[in-house]
Protein backbone atom coordinates (compact mmCIF):
# COMPACT_ATOMS: atom_id res chain seq x y z
CA UNK A 1 0.00 0.00 0.00
CA UNK A 2 1.48 3.47 -0.96
CA UNK A 3 1.48 6.66 1.08
CA UNK A 4 0.67 9.67 2.59
CA UNK A 5 -2.64 11.63 1.72
CA UNK A 6 -1.44 13.89 -0.62
CA UNK A 7 2.03 12.70 -1.73
CA UNK A 8 3.28 11.56 -5.07
CA UNK A 9 4.20 7.52 -4.84
CA UNK A 10 7.46 8.26 -7.20
CA UNK A 11 9.39 11.35 -5.82
CA UNK A 12 11.76 13.19 -8.13
CA UNK A 13 11.82 10.19 -10.53
CA UNK A 14 11.99 11.23 -14.10
CA UNK A 15 9.48 14.22 -13.35
CA UNK A 16 11.69 17.07 -14.94
CA UNK A 17 12.06 15.55 -18.12
CA UNK A 18 8.50 14.38 -19.06
CA UNK A 19 7.13 17.70 -17.97
CA UNK A 20 8.79 19.68 -20.03
CA UNK A 21 8.86 16.82 -22.96
CA UNK A 22 5.33 16.04 -22.68
CA UNK A 23 3.04 18.78 -20.77
CA UNK A 24 0.60 19.91 -23.34
CA UNK A 25 -1.15 23.27 -24.43
CA UNK A 26 -3.49 24.30 -21.66
CA UNK A 27 -7.19 24.09 -21.52
CA UNK A 28 -9.11 25.86 -18.93
CA UNK A 29 -12.26 23.33 -19.77
CA UNK A 30 -10.23 20.49 -19.34
CA UNK A 31 -8.03 21.52 -16.55
CA UNK A 32 -11.23 21.68 -14.29
CA UNK A 33 -11.14 17.48 -14.97
CA UNK A 34 -10.67 15.46 -11.90
CA UNK A 35 -10.18 11.73 -12.67
CA UNK A 36 -10.57 9.59 -9.59
CA UNK A 37 -9.72 6.35 -8.97
CA UNK A 38 -10.76 4.38 -5.86
CA UNK A 39 -8.67 1.54 -4.39
CA UNK A 40 -7.27 0.29 -7.71
CA UNK A 41 -5.60 -2.93 -7.02
CA UNK A 42 -3.08 -2.99 -10.01
CA UNK A 43 -0.20 -0.48 -10.95
CA UNK A 44 -0.76 -1.37 -14.47
CA UNK A 45 -4.31 0.14 -14.66
CA UNK A 46 -2.85 3.09 -12.73
CA UNK A 47 -0.09 3.60 -15.01
CA UNK A 48 -2.44 3.00 -18.26
CA UNK A 49 -5.17 5.31 -16.67
CA UNK A 50 -2.11 8.02 -17.21
CA UNK A 51 -1.62 7.42 -20.39
CA UNK A 52 -5.55 7.82 -21.68
CA UNK A 53 -5.54 11.14 -19.67
CA UNK A 54 -2.56 12.43 -21.50
CA UNK A 55 -4.19 11.56 -24.73
CA UNK A 56 -6.98 13.39 -24.25
CA UNK A 57 -5.62 16.42 -22.42
CA UNK A 58 -6.26 15.38 -18.89
CA UNK A 59 -3.98 15.92 -15.96
CA UNK A 60 -5.31 15.59 -12.83
CA UNK A 61 -5.56 12.20 -10.75
CA UNK A 62 -5.88 11.37 -7.67
CA UNK A 63 -5.89 8.26 -5.97
CA UNK A 64 -7.63 7.01 -3.12
CA UNK A 65 -6.35 4.27 -0.80
CA UNK A 66 -4.46 2.50 -3.63
CA UNK A 67 -4.24 -1.02 -3.10
CA UNK A 68 -1.22 -1.73 -4.96
CA UNK A 69 2.46 0.00 -5.09
CA UNK A 70 2.81 2.43 -7.57
CA UNK A 71 6.19 1.37 -9.06
CA UNK A 72 7.49 0.78 -12.12
CA UNK A 73 5.10 -1.08 -13.60
CA UNK A 74 2.78 1.93 -13.47
CA UNK A 75 6.07 3.54 -14.89
CA UNK A 76 5.88 1.53 -18.02
CA UNK A 77 2.04 1.76 -18.67
CA UNK A 78 2.24 5.31 -18.28
CA UNK A 79 4.17 6.13 -21.32
CA UNK A 80 4.95 9.77 -22.08
CA UNK A 81 2.76 10.39 -19.30
CA UNK A 82 5.01 10.08 -16.21
CA UNK A 83 3.90 13.24 -14.94
CA UNK A 84 0.23 12.81 -14.39
CA UNK A 85 1.62 9.85 -12.37
CA UNK A 86 4.46 11.65 -10.53
CA UNK A 87 1.62 14.48 -9.43
CA UNK A 88 -0.93 11.75 -9.08
CA UNK A 89 -2.75 12.85 -5.24
CA UNK A 90 -2.59 9.95 -3.12
CA UNK A 91 -5.66 10.34 -0.28
CA UNK A 92 -6.87 8.37 2.32
CA UNK A 93 -11.20 9.14 1.82
CA UNK A 94 -12.80 10.44 -0.71
CA UNK A 95 -14.04 13.89 0.65
CA UNK A 96 -10.45 14.52 0.45
CA UNK A 97 -10.35 13.70 -3.53
CA UNK A 98 -13.59 15.83 -4.64
CA UNK A 99 -13.11 18.72 -2.22
CA UNK A 100 -14.11 21.88 -3.92
CA UNK A 101 -15.36 19.78 -6.69
CA UNK A 102 -18.81 21.39 -7.99
CA UNK A 103 -20.02 18.35 -9.90
CA UNK A 104 -18.81 14.60 -9.01
CA UNK A 105 -20.23 12.06 -11.24
CA UNK A 106 -19.36 8.31 -10.54
CA UNK A 107 -19.11 5.49 -13.20
CA UNK A 108 -21.37 2.28 -12.81
CA UNK A 109 -23.28 -0.37 -15.27
CA UNK A 110 -25.68 -1.16 -12.72
CA UNK A 111 -28.66 0.46 -10.90
CA UNK A 112 -29.96 1.02 -8.19
CA UNK A 113 -30.75 3.96 -5.84
CA UNK A 114 -27.29 5.29 -4.99
CA UNK A 115 -26.59 5.17 -9.01
CA UNK A 116 -29.56 7.85 -9.81
CA UNK A 117 -29.65 9.57 -11.36
CA UNK A 118 -27.82 7.32 -13.87
CA UNK A 119 -26.79 8.82 -17.25
CA UNK A 120 -24.98 7.44 -20.41
CA UNK A 121 -21.91 9.18 -21.05
CA UNK A 122 -22.97 11.78 -23.57
CA UNK A 123 -26.02 12.61 -20.99
CA UNK A 124 -23.22 13.28 -18.64
CA UNK A 125 -21.69 15.67 -20.90
CA UNK A 126 -24.76 17.66 -21.06
CA UNK A 127 -24.80 17.66 -17.11
CA UNK A 128 -21.02 18.65 -16.85
CA UNK A 129 -21.53 21.30 -19.63
CA UNK A 130 -23.70 23.24 -17.19
CA UNK A 131 -20.38 24.08 -14.78
CA UNK A 132 -17.24 22.96 -16.43
CA UNK A 133 -16.25 26.75 -17.30
CA UNK A 134 -16.91 27.50 -13.13
CA UNK A 135 -14.93 25.24 -11.04
CA UNK A 136 -13.87 21.55 -10.81
CA UNK A 137 -15.34 18.34 -11.98
CA UNK A 138 -14.70 14.75 -10.21
CA UNK A 139 -15.36 11.95 -11.91
CA UNK A 140 -14.81 8.63 -9.71
CA UNK A 141 -13.30 5.09 -10.86
CA UNK A 142 -14.11 1.65 -8.80
CA UNK A 143 -11.89 -0.66 -8.12
CA UNK A 144 -11.52 -3.23 -10.68
CA UNK A 145 -13.27 -6.40 -9.27
CA UNK A 146 -16.64 -4.40 -8.25
CA UNK A 147 -16.44 -0.40 -9.25
CA UNK A 148 -17.55 1.82 -7.13
CA UNK A 149 -19.99 0.52 -3.89
CA UNK A 150 -22.87 2.42 -2.31
CA UNK A 151 -20.77 3.53 0.53
CA UNK A 152 -18.21 5.35 -2.61
CA UNK A 153 -21.60 6.87 -4.17
CA UNK A 154 -22.92 8.72 -1.82
CA UNK A 155 -20.30 11.08 -2.52
CA UNK A 156 -21.57 11.97 -5.83
CA UNK A 157 -24.38 13.51 -7.53
CA UNK A 158 -25.05 10.55 -10.09
CA UNK A 159 -23.40 8.13 -12.57
CA UNK A 160 -22.58 7.65 -15.82
CA UNK A 161 -22.64 4.28 -18.12
CA UNK A 162 -20.44 2.99 -20.96
CA UNK A 163 -23.10 1.35 -23.12
CA UNK A 164 -21.94 -1.92 -23.89
CA UNK A 165 -23.25 -5.28 -25.30
CA UNK A 166 -25.22 -7.20 -23.29
CA UNK A 167 -23.12 -10.16 -23.11
CA UNK A 168 -19.93 -8.25 -21.99
CA UNK A 169 -20.60 -5.09 -19.65
CA UNK A 170 -17.50 -5.15 -17.82
CA UNK A 171 -14.78 -2.86 -18.96
CA UNK A 172 -10.65 -2.76 -17.75
CA UNK A 173 -10.44 0.09 -15.41
CA UNK A 174 -8.20 1.75 -18.00
CA UNK A 175 -10.36 1.43 -20.67
CA UNK A 176 -13.34 2.68 -19.18
CA UNK A 177 -11.18 5.66 -17.97
CA UNK A 178 -10.05 5.86 -22.01
CA UNK A 179 -13.88 5.80 -23.16
CA UNK A 180 -14.99 8.83 -20.22
CA UNK A 181 -11.51 11.04 -21.28
CA UNK A 182 -12.55 10.72 -24.84
CA UNK A 183 -15.82 12.05 -24.53
CA UNK A 184 -14.79 14.96 -22.02
CA UNK A 185 -12.34 16.11 -25.38
CA UNK A 186 -14.85 15.69 -28.34
CA UNK A 187 -16.75 18.19 -26.11
CA UNK A 188 -14.50 20.28 -24.50
CA UNK A 189 -11.02 19.50 -25.70
CA UNK A 190 -8.84 21.31 -28.36
CA UNK A 191 -9.15 20.00 -31.82
CA UNK A 192 -5.57 18.78 -32.86
CA UNK A 193 -3.93 21.02 -35.61
CA UNK A 194 -2.79 20.22 -38.66
CA UNK A 195 1.44 19.77 -38.50
CA UNK A 196 2.72 22.63 -39.26
CA UNK A 197 4.42 20.88 -42.84
CA UNK A 198 0.64 20.26 -43.69
CA UNK A 199 -0.64 23.47 -42.60
CA UNK A 200 1.42 25.66 -45.23
CA UNK A 201 1.53 23.24 -48.25
CA UNK A 202 -1.93 24.16 -50.11
CA UNK A 203 -1.80 20.97 -51.62
CA UNK A 204 -3.01 19.21 -48.55
CA UNK A 205 -5.74 22.05 -48.18
CA UNK A 206 -9.14 21.20 -49.01
CA UNK A 207 -9.67 21.30 -52.81
CA UNK A 208 -12.01 24.09 -54.09
CA UNK A 209 -15.15 23.70 -56.21
CA UNK A 210 -13.83 24.56 -59.53
CA UNK A 211 -10.80 21.86 -59.00
CA UNK A 212 -13.67 19.68 -58.12
CA UNK A 213 -15.18 20.63 -61.03
CA UNK A 214 -12.38 19.75 -63.12
CA UNK A 215 -12.43 16.36 -62.14
CA UNK A 216 -15.52 15.72 -62.43
CA UNK A 217 -15.68 16.52 -66.17
CA UNK A 218 -12.73 14.09 -66.76
CA UNK A 219 -14.78 11.69 -64.89
CA UNK A 220 -17.88 11.98 -66.75
CA UNK A 221 -15.84 12.22 -70.47
CA UNK A 222 -14.21 8.72 -69.21
CA UNK A 223 -17.51 7.20 -68.28
CA UNK A 224 -19.31 8.16 -71.55
CA UNK A 225 -16.25 6.92 -73.55
CA UNK A 226 -16.70 3.27 -71.90
CA UNK A 227 -20.01 3.52 -72.13
CA UNK A 228 -20.65 3.25 -68.10
CA UNK A 229 -23.27 6.35 -68.55
CA UNK A 230 -26.91 5.47 -69.69
CA UNK A 231 -27.56 7.94 -72.68
CA UNK A 232 -30.80 8.72 -70.75
CA UNK A 233 -30.49 10.71 -66.94
CA UNK A 234 -26.68 9.94 -67.36
CA UNK A 235 -26.38 12.84 -64.84
CA UNK A 236 -28.14 11.37 -61.64
CA UNK A 237 -24.76 8.79 -62.00
CA UNK A 238 -22.82 11.96 -61.58
CA UNK A 239 -24.88 13.62 -59.09
CA UNK A 240 -24.06 10.45 -56.67
CA UNK A 241 -20.45 10.77 -57.61
CA UNK A 242 -20.70 14.39 -57.23
CA UNK A 243 -22.39 13.36 -53.33
CA UNK A 244 -19.64 11.06 -52.74
CA UNK A 245 -16.91 13.06 -53.43
CA UNK A 246 -18.05 16.03 -51.44
CA UNK A 247 -18.85 13.86 -48.14
CA UNK A 248 -15.07 12.89 -48.26
CA UNK A 249 -13.50 16.75 -48.90
CA UNK A 250 -10.92 15.55 -50.91
CA UNK A 251 -7.46 17.73 -50.37
CA UNK A 252 -6.30 19.21 -53.67
CA UNK A 253 -2.92 16.57 -53.45
CA UNK A 254 -6.14 14.28 -53.98
CA UNK A 255 -7.81 15.96 -56.69
CA UNK A 256 -4.59 16.14 -58.55
CA UNK A 257 -3.67 12.64 -58.45
CA UNK A 258 -7.55 11.55 -59.49
CA UNK A 259 -7.20 13.79 -62.36
CA UNK A 260 -4.00 12.32 -63.65
CA UNK A 261 -5.44 8.61 -63.41
CA UNK A 262 -8.91 9.96 -65.74
CA UNK A 263 -6.74 11.56 -67.58
CA UNK A 264 -4.54 8.87 -68.53
CA UNK A 265 -7.52 6.31 -68.79
CA UNK A 266 -8.94 8.99 -71.66
CA UNK A 267 -5.78 9.18 -73.56
CA UNK A 268 -5.31 5.03 -73.13
CA UNK A 269 -8.71 4.36 -75.24
CA UNK A 270 -8.62 7.38 -77.74
CA UNK A 271 -4.89 5.31 -78.91
CA UNK A 272 -6.18 1.35 -78.00
CA UNK A 273 -10.26 1.61 -77.98
CA UNK A 274 -11.45 1.44 -81.55
CA UNK A 275 -14.05 4.16 -81.79
CA UNK A 276 -13.98 5.89 -78.77
CA UNK A 277 -16.55 9.17 -78.25
Known sequence: MVGVSGSSPLGPIFYPFFRSQFLSGSNQLL??????????????????????????????????????????????MAMHSTDILESARIVKTIPEAIEGSLLVLGTANRRGEYHEPNLTVQEGMLKIRQVIDKGPVSILFGR????????????TMGTMRIVTDAGC???????????????????FGNPVPLPKAQADDPYEQPATTDELARLYNHIEAVLSMC??????????????????????????????????VFSNLRGFMRKYVKNPK
Not at 33 to 53: F, W
Not at 144 to 155: A, F, I, M, Y
Not at 175 to 187: K, P, R, S
Open 31 to 76: DNIRIILVEPQGALNVGSTCRAMKNFGLSHLSVVRPGCELNLDAVK
Open 227 to 260: EFLPLVNGDAVMQVLRAFFHRSAPTLREVNLLMG
Open 169 to 187: TSLNLAQAVLLVAYEIYQN
Open 144 to 155: EEWGLTKEDLVH
